[in-house]
């Protein structure tokens, strides 16, 4: 039988409970330990030596004391005591991007997959509303579903941020990718569910990353230790814990990952010497020799450092990975120009021609990558096809990336080997968009029968074409305000992110305007601070906001842009905003992201600090959550 609560229940006297409790359990207290092993699913059959061992949390003890007194959490205890302690949140619609507002197919350029937008968009709200019956019909109907996205979110993205514990089982089961991270803030599922205490869900994705990865709570003091390139720190952990030498984070990174991408030969052969795996796997394909030999991005799959500019300690880690076992396929042989390992791989199987690693990279784009031309003719003799799907790009890297090095030789080659002349890449436009300014090549590719993906209009704003443009709108003055136009981010995106003031006067007078929602407006229009400036002043709305109802303002606090907070501020931006993703005001994600005198600002321009759309998301609480002792002190006086 749960508790029964005191007549007259205080919420503040509950949380020094949940204090008092958690103390007592970190001191090994007997009936502490009994209590937690009662209300926690993940301690309720685990050892005595298990439970002591046992890392736990403010937000645990208070989950104790919730059940002790018959509440599901926290929230609904804390609501069942202090309603005025939570404001409710806003039944929103998740917004309609203004891109789908039609029936429309789409690219999954991960996959490669087309999938209507309303079957898309049907699966991301089924996620977000907790429909598991629903998102159940969808897949068995399209199982490529599930990994579909829009603006690089994916449906379980919702589901976890929702707090749905079945429905995130079920796209688990199904495949659904459990290292996915959120595309504005970089935050792992795990980091969401712990966030927004859902602890339950937590658990179920701690088991599921333990069985891929090897996340342990020590491993991030470690990897830290490694970005930082403290050698002495690291000897020090692994000397009192030698099983951390291949603990990960949560979507797979280890200390070898981040020493080879940092170029650390020295680092490295501290960590192969004391065991660490030479080809462990950060959950995407990258394995440390591509951090060695691509530096600290290799997943972007069309910057490869390129081979001639590589500096020597990056060959000299590729060299000593691959004498420690490190597996040396056709791709990397491409990517280093070993045109006698080609050959001889090529002999014994020419299907290698078109491999593909763990991250969908294959050695034709390698080789153009790298300029060897007689490595690109001799894939293509032994049947290479550059249309081919690679990460980023569904009908071929390999031409995109001769056009952007302007390789003339390479790229006719590559036309005559059937290289898609209109390929798009992943956030890089199409094959002749990146010829634009390459006449030569641009002839080669509209003779291969290449076409544009954005219109004459987009191409000319591109292009800074004043005249054109001029042309084009005193032909049609529609065509100033389309849906689709760059991506669904307004045709004044691109001339204020590359700020082109000519090009954007142009636009305004003839109506252009800013639209109120975007996918990435802190990117497109607040860039530049004059720019930003300037559109705010041609009435661009201070509230302006992505589809997770995040506004600008919320950007600029969390990244701590104090001068564009103010600008926003000066111009009427809604101080007090709560958004869907965070449930948290600007002054909210200001104390997450850890920003003092982005705080002290909003609290001066008279923020409220006790306002957020959930008990987690209070600002003092993300303060706590993330160690910001200062802010939480301005948060309280």
């Known amino acids: 039988m749960p508790k029964s609560l005191p007549t007259r229940p205080s919420l503040?006297?509950?949380?020094?409970?949940?204090k008092a409790l958690l103390k007592s359990f970190k001191s090994s207290d007997s009936e502490a330990v009994a209590r937690f092993q009662a209300s926690l699913p993940r301690l309720s059959s685990a050892s005595q030596e298990v439970v002591l061992a046992a890392k736990s949390s403010l937000q645990e003890a208070q989950l104790?004391?919730?059940?002790?007194?018959?509440?599901?959490?926290?929230?609904?205890?804390a609501a069942h005591v202090d309603p005025s302690s939570v404001k409710p949140r806003p039944h929103h619609r998740m917004i309609v991007p203004r891109e789908w507002q039609t029936n429309t197919p789409t690219l999954n350029y991960e996959t490669g997959i087309t999938a209507m937008s309303n079957d898309v968009w049907q699966i991301l709200m089924a996620c977000h509303d907790g429909e598991l019956d629903t998102v159940r019909k969808l897949l068995d109907e399209n199982p490529e579903l599930i990994s579909c996205e829009y603006n690089y979110t994916q449906p379980i993205h919702f589901a976890v941020r929702e707090g749905h514990l079945e429905l995130t089982r079920f796209l688990l089961n199904r495949g659904a990718n459990v290292a996915y991270r959120t595309p504005s803030f970089q935050d792992s599922l795990l980091t969401m569910a712990r966030d927004r205490e859902y602890l339950e869900l937590a658990n179920l994705l701690e088991e599921t990353l333990g069985a891929r990865f090897r996340p342990v709570a020590q491993s991030l003091e470690l990897l830290e230790a490694t970005e930082a390139g403290d050698a002495s720190a690291i000897v020090e952990l692994l000397d009192s814990d030698s099983s951390l030498v291949n603990a990960t984070n949560e979507s797979g990174l280890t200390a070898l990952h981040i020493a080879c991408h940092n170029c650390r030969l020295d680092i490295v052969k501290v960590l192969v010497e004391r065991g660490a795996e030479v080809d462990a796997d950060r959950g995407d394909g990258i394995r440390p020799v591509h951090g060695a030999l691509y530096g600290e991005n290799p997943v972007w799959p069309f910057s490869p450092v390129a081979s001639a500019a590589m500096n020597k300690e990056r060959f000299l880690i590729a060299d000593y990975l691959f004498g420690k076992g490190s597996e040396y396929d056709i791709f990397l042989a491409a990517e280093l120009g070993d045109i006698s390992a080609a050959k001889e791989w090529l002999r014994r199987d020419p299907t290698l021609a078109n491999f593909a690693d763990a991250r969908k990279r294959r050695p034709l784009s390698a080789a153009v990558s790298g300029q060897y031309t007689d490595i690109v003719r001799l894939l293509l003799e032994h049947g290479a096809?550059?249309?081919?799907?690679?990460?980023?790009?569904?009908?071929?890297?390999?031409?995109?990336?001769?056009?952007?090095?302007?390789?003339?030789?390479i790229v006719?080659?590559?036309?005559?080997?059937?290289?898609?002349?209109?390929?798009?890449?992943e956030s890089s436009g199409s094959v002749l968009s990146m010829a634009r300014d390459k006449p030569e090549i641009?002839?080669?590719?509209?003779?291969?029968?290449?076409?544009?993906?954005?219109?004459?209009?987009?191409?000319?704003?591109?292009?800074?074409?004043?005249?054109?443009?001029?042309?084009?709108?005193?032909?049609?003055?529609?065509?100033?305000?389309?849906p689709t136009d760059?991506?669904?981010?307004?045709?004044?995106?691109?001339?204020?992110?590359?700020?082109?003031?000519?090009?954007?006067?142009?636009?305004?007078?003839?109506?252009?305007?800013?639209?109120?929602?975007?996918?990435?407006?802190?990117?497109?229009?607040?860039?530049?601070?004059?720019?930003?400036?300037?559109?705010?002043?041609?009435?661009?709305?201070?509230n302006h906001m992505n589809w997770h109802r995040t506004t600008v303002l919320h950007d600029m606090a969390l990244a701590g842009q104090i001068k564009k907070a103010e600008l926003l501020l000066d111009h009427?931006?809604?101080?007090?905003?709560?958004?869907?993703?965070?449930?948290?005001?600007?002054l909210g994600l200001a104390a997450r992201g850890g920003h003092k005198e982005l705080v002290a600002l909003l609290l001066g321009r008279g923020a409220d600090p006790e306002l957020s759309g959930a008990v987690w998301s209070k600002p003092l609480a993300w303060a706590l959550r993330y160690d910001h002792q200062e802010i939480a002190a301005l948060l309280r006086d």
């Not at 104790?64 to 205890?77: H, M, N, P, S, T």
């Not at 096809?385 to 030789?409: T, Y």
């Not at 954007?504 to 004059?530: C, I, N, Q």
């Open 486 to 542: 760059m991506w669904g981010e307004g045709l004044l995106s691109m001339a204020a992110n590359r700020g082109h003031w000519k090009m954007m006067e142009l636009l305004f007078r003839h109506g252009a305007t800013v639209p109120d929602v975007t996918k990435w407006g802190k990117s497109y229009y607040f860039k530049h601070y004059e720019v930003a400036k300037h559109l705010l002043e041609q009435g661009m709305s201070a």
């Open 385 to 409: 096809d550059p249309s081919l799907s690679e990460k980023g790009a569904p009908n071929g890297l390999a031409l995109w990336i001769a056009v952007a090095l302007s390789h003339q030789e």
């Open 64 to 77: 104790v004391i919730a059940r002790e007194y018959g509440f599901d959490d926290w929230q609904k205890l």
């Open 442 to 482: 641009r002839e080669m590719l509209l003779l291969h029968g290449a076409t544009e993906e954005l219109s004459d209009l987009e191409q000319a704003i591109l292009e800074q074409d004043l005249e054109a443009v001029e042309r084009i709108l005193e032909e049609d003055s529609s065509r100033v305000e389309q």
């Open 412 to 425: 006719q080659l590559l036309l005559d080997h059937g290289a898609d002349s209109s390929a798009v890449v």
């Open 12 to 18: 503040e006297h509950l949380k020094k409970q949940a």
């Open 572 to 586: 009427g931006a809604n101080i007090d905003a709560i958004d869907d993703e965070y449930r948290s005001t600007p």
